[in-house]
């Protein structure tokens, strides 16, 4: 007998992009990487702005490409900062809309993922799903504890890639992923580093708003002192310090772009300030995988680089050339969050797996009351 076809439309809503992707079961048919400049994304408000701009561009670009939607089986969308839930297959549904609108769990481009494919798929009566949120939570309780007693620390990072990725080189490497440990870093618009122990990532930063790397728009780990007497001086609303920190930070903050290339070029003109900022990059990068290898207590497999950043090639090397001491380091540029998000929905409309309910009864371990 034949095999089904099922078509669907993926979405994927970064900070300096949106990826699109449409598939014909695991077949990928079209894919497209949509940059957005930082003044653009900077122009608006707040995230949930963003969704005509985002949604206008997605359609324009399927209807260039001839694709009918109307032949589509189903959406599905990288998931947002929702409530802390395991990971899986998620079909998008009215609580998980309005956690995604306000942004329980704050404000991220993927908040626009669920709600874009949502909207796509309701017109065409057919189903959305999101796969892996950013909120996938794993980590070990001594993780959590922060240093400071009112914070408690929080799972917030590429799940969706680390997570592909990981997979892939447990293949490739002929184990399965449940029996290595990893260490992944997915350097994009934003950079997270994964503790991957047999299969559940223990330890990663915050790298939304919380901590870690500076990446390309993010500020990751500063000062806490300074930064809480800039809040405090009068100058700023709460708002602008939040922008600084998320969007306007990292390279955006130094350098005025979010874009690596641009300051790959920068370099090549012998700008100095860039070359600095650059390598300081792939050295906290560097800093946070040597953080990773003593929660796995140096025993590391593997350490995998990933995302956006890691084509660029000098760049990956700086970092490898301060880690390798560790484990052998592996790198796989870009990223394989298309390809997931539709294996995740297939899985479900085959009925090889049941689809989640969101918010489902997941609740992460509070450890301390
Ligand atoms: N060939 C390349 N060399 C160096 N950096 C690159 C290259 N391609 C993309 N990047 C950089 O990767 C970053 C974006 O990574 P990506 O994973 O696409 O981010 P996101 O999904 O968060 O939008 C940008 O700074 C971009 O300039
Ligand atoms: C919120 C963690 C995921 C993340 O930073 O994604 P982008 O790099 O796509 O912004």
């Known amino acids: 007998m034949q095999e089904k076809e099922f078509r669907i439309l993926v979405i994927n809503?970064?900070?300096?992009?949106?990826?699109?992707?449409?598939?014909?079961?695991?077949?990928?048919?079209?894919?497209?990487?949509?940059?957005?400049?930082?003044?653009?994304?900077q122009s608006y408000k707040s995230i949930i702005d963003q969704y005509e701009f985002r949604k206008q561009t997605i359609l324009e670009t399927l209807d260039q490409e001839g694709i009918n939607i109307s032949?589509?089986?189903?959406?599905?969308?990288?998931?947002g900062l929702l409530r802390p839930i395991?990971?899986?297959?998620?079909?998008?549904?009215?609580?998980?809309?309005?956690?995604?609108?306000?942004?329980?769990?704050?404000?991220?481009?993927?908040?626009?993922?669920?709600?874009?494919?949502?909207?796509i798929a309701s017109s065409l009566n057919i189903p959305a799903f999101i796969v892996d949120p950013v909120v996938v939570d794993e980590l070990d309780p001594i993780a959590r504890i922060s240093g400071f007693a009112l914070i408690e620390r929080r799972s917030i990072f590429h799940a969706l890639n680390q997570k592909a990725v990981a997979r892939r080189v447990a293949k490739q490497l002929g184990k399965k992923y449940e029996e290595l440990n990893l260490i992944v870093a997915h350097m994009g618009g934003g950079i997270t580093v994964g503790a991957h122990k047999q299969g559940r990532v223990v330890d990663v930063n915050n790298g939304l708003d919380g901590e870690g790397p500076f990446s390309p728009e993010r500020a990751g780990t500063v000062p806490a002192g300074d930064l809480v007497s800039l809040c405090f001086?009068?100058?700023?609303?709460?708002e602008e310090i939040m922008k600084m920190l998320v969007g306007q930070g990292g390279l955006v903050g130094y350098l005025g772009t979010n874009d690596a290339v641009k300051v790959e070029k920068m370099i090549e003109a012998g700008n100095e300030k860039a070359k600095l900022v650059y390598s300081a990059m792939a050295y906290q990068v560097a800093k946070e995988i040597g953080a990773a290898s003593a929660v796995l207590a140096g025993k590391v497999d593997a350490i995998i680089l990933t995302g956006g950043l890691a084509y660029g090639k000098a760049f990956a090397k700086e970092i490898a050339d301060r880690v390798n001491w560790i484990a052998d380091v592996i790198v796989q540029p870009?990223?394989?969050?298309?390809?997931?998000?539709?294996?995740?929905?297939?899985?479900?409309?085959?009925?090889?797996?049941?689809?989640?309910?969101?918010?489902?009864?997941?609740?992460?371990?509070?450890?301390?009351?």
């Open 13 to 41: 809503p970064g900070s300096t992009s949106t990826k699109i992707g449409v598939f014909d079961n695991e077949r990928s048919v079209f894919e497209k990487t949509i940059r957005h400049d930082a003044d653009v994304i």
């Open 71 to 79: 032949k589509l089986s189903a959406v599905c969308g990288r998931g």
């Open 86 to 119: 395991e990971g899986g297959t998620y079909r998008v549904n009215e609580q998980m809309l309005e956690d995604l609108r306000k942004g329980y769990a704050g404000q991220h481009a993927s908040n626009l993922g669920g709600i874009l494919a949502h909207e």
């Open 233 to 238: 001086s009068g100058e700023y609303y709460r």
């Open 334 to 369: 870009g990223e394989n969050e298309l390809q997931a998000l539709a294996e995740g929905a297939l899985r479900v409309l085959r009925g090889e797996e049941k689809e989640k309910v969101y918010p489902g009864n997941f609740t992460k371990a509070k450890v301390l009351q």
